[in-house]
């Protein structure tokens, strides 16, 4: 599943849209003190108000808005789960019978609930529906349209959102003309921010993929591994960031703890010229040993071997042929995605831009050099230039 799927879907999740059709929802509300079902509820969600309706498109919208391997995780199912979810999924996604689809889901309810302490009351929603896709691309000028030739995807839902307290507050009342206390004790549903969810089935080069799941989760790099492996019975896939730290101890292992600014700014920008040449395929691009030794060379490190690389590989991951996924090792390459903390400031800083920063010696003294263009102006006052080091004649 790539971005552009994801992107399509989240998109469809919206009133009025003749390529999405939402037939069930079904709410079930967990109590934290005895972590049991303390009521459910479910509706064709054509019945639902309107208002009720936009609060929940809201959500799935939102559960569905995050990058790959951050916030959103394909995840393969386990081959051999006791109970699988793959099969409850499956079934319930096949059922023309509301009954038997709600049954299902309460199933799922139960291993969810099964070995958890929620800190919140706790509602789990599920919706089922069916998007479209064109089979073909639109075309203006023909009478008919990429619109009129769709296939259909059915699908399930879950999101999982916590509850909270109402603050209290002072109100005044228009028609009484008087101070009022807020006395309101029900909890509001934080329907903005899921914790966590999943849409099934994936989808693999435009078609569904029974196999896979999204799962998706409130916060960047935290997935729940028990939800993914008792809830869903999934396999658990490598987060962004842990990414990131295998690819960092592979150069370590390789080129030692310390590489210059300018060495580190060749190596981004070289993984980074590997991603825009895929940009255009289905399957983000990945490294592997000999990719990451032509990089490391390619940036001017020197004495690097692809017998070393593949040695670090092996250390690291104990996996030779490993591969890293290019967009999770580096940081967002446009944006100021490093951050430098020292004692006395923090600097931001693009990768694009590392080559501008220097650590340098003076006076005995660690010092960070920026090199810039123009002068730098604080508080509306510009800097004087002060001459540290003269090249000798």
């Known amino acids: 599943m790539n971005k552009k799927e994801v992107a399509h879907i989240r998109k469809q999740f919206k009133l009025d849209n003749e390529l999405m059709s939402i037939y069930d929802i079904l709410n079930v509300y967990i109590m934290k003190e005895t972590n049991e079902i303390y009521h459910r509820e479910r509706n064709p969600f054509e019945l639902v108000d309107r208002e009720k309706q936009e609060l929940y498109m809201g959500n799935f919208k939102k559960l569905l808005t995050g990058e790959l391997d951050h916030k959103l995780f394909e995840l393969k199912f386990q081959e051999e789960a006791e109970d699988p979810s793959r099969v409850l999924l499956h ?6 019978d509301p009954e038997e689809w709600q049954d299902l889901m ?4 139960d291993k969810i609930m099964a070995d958890t302490t929620y800190e919140r009351d706790t509602v789990i929603t ?16 023909a009478e008919e349209t990429g619109k009129d030739e769709v296939f259909g995807h059915p699908f399930i839902l879950c999101s999982v959102n916590s509850t909270e307290k109402q603050r209290k507050a002072l109100l005044f009342d228009y028609v009484e003309r008087e101070f009022k206390y807020n006395i309101i004790v029900d909890p509001i549903i934080k329907l903005s921010t899921p914790e966590q969810g999943f849409f099934f089935p994936s989808v693999t080069d435009g078609y569904s993929d029974v196999n896979r799941v999204l799962y998706c989760t409130g916060k960047s790099n935290d997935p729940n591994p028990h939800f993914i492996s008792e809830v869903l019975n999934a396999e658990r896939s490598m987060t962004a960031l842990e990414e990131r730290e295998i690819f960092e101890d592979i150069v370590k292992e ?4 310390q590489l210059d600014a300018a060495t580190l700014a060749h190596v981004y920008e070289e993984i980074h010229q590997v991603i825009e040449s895929h940009e255009d395929e289905e399957e983000p691009p990945k490294l ?20 070393a690389v593949e040695r670090a590989f092996e250390t690291i991951v104990d996996d030779k042929n ?3 996924k290019a967009k999770s ?9 490093i951050k430098i903390d020292t004692k006395v400031a923090t600097i931001t800083i693009s990768p694009q831009d590392l080559r501008y920063i220097k650590q340098v010696s003076f006076q005995g003294k660690r010092c960070i050099m920026i090199e810039v263009d123009e002068d730098a102006v604080i508080e509306g006052f510009t800097l004087s230039t002060e ?4 090249k000798a004649d």
């Not at 309460?106 to 309810?109: A, E």
């Not at 599920?126 to 000028?141: C, I, S």
């Not at 032509?294 to 940036?299: D, W």
Request: aromatic share 10%.
């Open 288 to 307: 592997d040993y000999t990719d990451l030794e032509r990089v490391l060379t390619a940036s001017g490190v020197d004495h690097v071997t692809k017998e």
């Open 106 to 109: 309460l199933l799922l309810v």
């Open 126 to 141: 599920f919706v089922r529906g069916q998007y479209y896709r064109p089979t073909k691309a639109r075309n203006e000028e």
């Open 387 to 390: 001459t540290l080091l003269e």
């Open 91 to 96: 079934q319930a996604l096949v059922t023309g």
């Open 254 to 257: 390789v080129t030692g703890e």
């Open 322 to 324: 490993y591969e890293l």
């Open 329 to 337: 090792v580096i940081p967002k390459f446009t944006s100021k995605s």
